[in-house]
């Protein structure tokens, strides 16, 4: 993972995320049936990164430049109800977010790819991009994945903010408590 110095900072003041979908949430292709029906495929690691952030008190939101049937159903199974489709340029979006949620830029991150994604990027506290991303973002991001789009780059940049804020040893700890049972409730203290 590349992380600019200034990065750490900026993450303890998130609580906001917001994702691009096309090469962020998705690998960036899109998959068209002989019916014309479009298909997206999301990562698994991603969406229980995005469920863990919800449960550690994140917000999250989608910005994305196409409409789809696809997003809406993914955002609604994730629980991210701030959803914003058909955005070409994603600034209108990103102000209305604000108003909504009541934050600052500094208290909110963006993960991009493109270059429809800098705009927005030039303006939050934390601009991070996937490990595929185009160079023009790479440059413009406080942190740089070490996976692609749509395969676990979501994931890593939220572990990357639990850790800046603290929240990743909790986090675990709730993962490696076993489950009490009959077989072995004389084992657990």
Same mark, same amino acid.
């Given at each position: ?23 962020? %949430?998705? @690998?960036?292709? *899109? ?9 997206? /495929?999301?990562?698994?690691?991603? $969406? +229980? ?53 009541? %934050?600052? @830029?500094?208290? *909110? ?9 800098? /705009?927005?990027?030039?303006?939050? $506290? +934390? ?63």
């Amino acid at each position: 993972m590349e992380i600019h110095s200034k990065a750490i900072e900026a993450a303890r003041k998130i609580k906001l995320i917001i994702f691009d979908v096309d090469g962020v %949430l998705t @690998d960036g292709g *899109i998959y068209i049936g002989e019916q014309g029906e479009l298909y997206k /495929p999301f990562y698994c690691r991603d $969406g +229980l990164g995005i469920t863990l952030a919800h449960k550690r008190g994140l917000k999250t939101a989608i910005i994305t430049g196409r409409k789809s049937k696809q997003v809406a159903f993914r955002a609604k199974e994730l629980h991210i109800s701030e959803v914003f489709q058909g955005n070409s340029d994603k600034r209108e979006a990103y102000d209305e977010l604000k108003k909504r949620t009541g %934050l600052r @830029d500094e208290e *909110i991150a963006y993960i991009g790819d493109d270059l429809i994604d800098l /705009p927005i990027m030039l303006q939050v $506290g +934390l601009p991070m991009a996937v490990a595929d991303a185009i160079p023009d973002v790479r440059m413009h991001s406080l942190v740089v994945s070490c996976c692609p789009g749509g395969r676990g780059a979501v994931r890593e940049l939220l572990e990357f903010i639990f850790k800046a804020q603290g929240k990743w040893e909790d986090l675990m700890a709730s993962f490696l408590i076993p489950v009490k049972s009959e077989e072995n409730a004389g084992l657990i203290q």
